[in-house]
């Protein structure tokens, strides 16, 4: 076997292990990070409007974070920050603000 047929062979395997933990757990946050990063970017937009994108970014992530953890969700544990990084940059895209 050479080692492309074993890489595929091991990536398969292990895709058909993941795909359902992974399509779980974005049926089950998916949902409830995407609420909290869209009213965060808002909030964010409405009182941040001057400074720069960084500032904009970590108040966003704090609220996102505050949020998270009044439903008791852990960041680090249930929810990544790359995860919320990407719920801000996708909540952008959808706001427009």
Do not use: Y
């Not at 993941?18 to 089950?28: E, K």
């Not at 949902?31 to 409405?46: D, M, N, R, S, W």
């Not at 400074?51 to 439903?71: N, P, S, Y």
């Amino acid at each position: 076997m050479s080692f492309a047929q074993w890489c595929k062979a091991f990536f398969s395997s292990a895709g058909k292990f993941l795909v359902p933990f992974v399509a779980s757990f974005f049926t089950a946050m998916g949902p409830i990070l995407a609420q909290a990063a869209v009213g965060a970017v808002t909030a964010v937009a409405k009182t941040h409007g001057d400074k720069d994108g960084d500032a904009k970014r970590k108040a966003a992530f704090d609220m996102i974070e505050a949020d998270l953890k009044a439903k008791a969700i852990t960041v680090g544990v249930d929810v990544s920050a790359q995860m919320i990084n990407r719920a801000i940059e996708a909540a952008l895209a959808k706001t427009g603000v």
